[in-house]
């Protein structure tokens, strides 16, 4: 690529022109902005659907007025699971990795791009051409078995699981080829100097993740072609009615999903490390043990699958083990939370969009980690179980975790990844307002979870009607939150002023080369002599 | 102990119905003043350092703290104590939900699309109504007809899933008179939000006079066992019986001994056989603008004499 940059643009997207100098760009930061664009376009596709399921448990059925826009509990169903696994695969496990990860593992190294480039390359296709499978089942006879495909109901229903699931399976080899690059890339493509520990947390972050993404992944991958099978040709494994076991099937499924959590949030973590650093100008506090006790969290997550199946009918022991193998998870992250908090004591802290998405993060963090731990706890989980208490824990860790740190490093990368700065008082209000509605929408649902109502119901008794229509009225306002997002980005894409090269005084790599970064990343190979966040 | 109870009061659990919710509901209200303090340190701290510390310059000089050992030694076991704690506290109380107690009065409990269906050791069935006497183990054995279920009583704290193929137990020791909600956890398809069933918690002699007079329903006219096993198998949450409105399958009021055109634009005369045909292989025979592979089949779930019962019942609706 050398010889034509002479008669090539300045930087990466002027660097070449024309669609088709995109769907075949083997450039990282080209593809991380594909990924980027059809992430958010499944991200609205997915809240559409959310807005919807708030919107028909405004009121229970027999007070239907607004209540009433899904025509029945079958289309509830289905609007709830395509929320459920475009949410999942389309948008948060992909999300932080692929585009962020994509476009800044590189830069943060001081590489060109990543070890594989075609790899990187043919992971997006992958992953489109999951999605395509997946939204196929749309036009077909959809799919109604929530994203957790429980056998034996995904087998004896009569939408489309086969396809979902097969969409499923191809987007599962874009997460593994993309987490063998980042391997691949750490090991080997660091810049001189830059040792294992002057890496970026972002990089650790990015790493742990990787390896969870290349070992679990295969799992799922192996659990949906079997129930394929099973659903195709009648292969007896988890239907009892062919003499299978549909237990089994929770223990394969969530033998990757359990991993697959840590794939949404460590990456998230990773972001959240990088922006507490620079805002407030200090070093990070305890950078080794966030560093390591990222690949500690990636550890004992595989142990730790059966705290989703205590009531499922598996052994009382296992019960026992998998509550007590989940308190060990919860030991790295509370030290990752209070690292942060103490990377805050005497630093300069500024309230930067970014940065007031990270404390957001760590806000909403907070209480989704306490709530996990009451959900660890054996007779606490039997009561909570596959309820709206459950819902509102998990869209605590993974909305009020992975989505406040993709916005909170999507501003704070703006500017490196276009040359171009933002509205930053929009960027502020639609922190505001997606704060407030996040927990206007969902700490109601702890209470519900409390009250006892369970979750996928199209329909509830009276006494939980006043916290749904609570939680209703939040998802307006996360909605008007996410629209003003949306306005920042367009508006700084179109009229934004020009960025420097360095607008929040990071210390890391990528902030050293230009504002959007040239094809090659770097005009000389960066020689790397400190650790990367050396604020003195 | 103020503060406990305080906490207890403000954690929107139900109505405690036995011992062990009582248990749960300690240690959740411990969890819960433990999380509250956690928040409000992590949280806290958060928010008056951001404040303390808040940039006054663009220059700020800032302090250079990497890291200090015995500050993250502390902050890494006191909570993995607190961890230990509790999990071993809920291993105590889970020890005592498990083991199922000698002697205890069981009942079978079968899911099914969409409803609870309970058989007593005398073979009194009745859906969506579990009756019990108060302060007396009960065993529940959970199987399952179809597809995933969970039984869930949120008053009792006690949840567990039916799973086809196989049984599963849960029991309990009602200690409160009264009407119970048994809620559906386990997402089963269209109506799982509609298999809601009533725990009612009785006296012991009214719980003996119920089994009896269930036994004496036995005894009825034909016909009348037949409407008891329409109420039974759910069939009334699919065809109406009182009127012409069609639910999600076609009425069955004054069918009998009509003509019905059906999906291939064929007509068949409503007659004793196609009523049979229709409850044993329900896809051979579909009424026109219905969909096929709705109804299950109830072959080997229904004998002869609930056959017949159930066709003198359907004769009858006039």
Redesign the interface.
Known sequence: MATKSAHHGDNYINFEKGLWSWLTTVDHKRIGLMYMATVMFFFLIGGIMALLLRLELFAPNAAANVGNVLK???VY?QVLTYHGAIMVFMVIVPGIPAILGNFFLPLHIGAKDVAFPKINLASWYCFMAGAALAIATFFFKKI?T?WTF?T??SI???TATVLMVLGAFVMGMSSVLTGLNFIVTVHKLRAPGMTMHRMPLFVWALYSTAILQLLATPVLAITLLLLAAEKLFGVGIFD??LG????LFQHFFWFYSHPAVYIMIIPAMGVVSELITTF????I?????IAYSSLGIAAVSFFVWGHHMF???QS?TA??IF??LT??V??PT??K??????T????????DSPMLFA?GF??LF??GG??G??L?????D??F???YFVVAHFHYVMVGGTLMALMGGFYYWFPKMFGKMFNESIARLSFVFIFIGFNVTFFPQF?LG???M????????PAYENLNKISTIGSWLILTGFLMGLWVIVQGLRNGPKAPLNPWGSKTLEWQTASPPPHDNFAVEPIVTAGPYE?? | MMWFNLAKAQ????TQGTE?AK??DN??GF?LI??FI??AL??G??IY??WK????TPN?????????TF??FV??FI??VI??G??A???Y???D??TMPKNALEINVVGKQWAWEMEYKNGYKTVNELVVPINTDVKLILSSL???H?F?V??F?????A????Y?AVWFRADKLGDF?I????????????M?GKLKVVNKEDFDRYLEQGQEERNLPLAKRGEKLFAVKACASCHSVDSPAVKVGPTLFQKFGTEEVLDDNSKVTIDENYLRDSMLNPNKHIVKGFPK?VMPTFQGQLNENELSALVEYIKELK
């Open positions: 029945n509990g079958d169903n109604d929530g429980y034996p109901y004896r229903t009569g009892p009615a299978g076991d549909p237990v407030s100008k200090k070093v506090f305890g950078y080794t043990a009531v499922s009918g009382a019960g026992i509550s007590f308190m060990l919860g030991v509370a030290i939370m209070f690292n942060w908090v103490a805050l004591y005497k630093g300069s802290v500024s309230f404390l760590l806000f907070a209480i306490v709530t731990i009451m660890a706890v054996l007779p606490i039997v009561h179980h596959d309820t209470i409390a009250m006892g369970p979750r996928r119901y199209f329909d509830y008794i604020y003195r | 954690s929107f659990m139900p062990i248990q749960v240690l959740y969890l433990t999380s956690a928040c992590v949280i701290g958060m350092f951001v510390y808040r940039r006054k700020d000089k800032t302090a250079y703290i990497s890291h200090n500050l993250e902050w890494s909570p993995l961890f230990l509790v999990f506290w809920g291993w109380i889970y020890h939900m498990r179809d597809v995933l969970s869930f949120p008053s704290r006690m949840k567990q899933d799973v086809p193929g196989q599963t909600h809620f559906c956890t386990e997402y089963c398809g269209t109506s799982h939000s509609g809601i592979g």
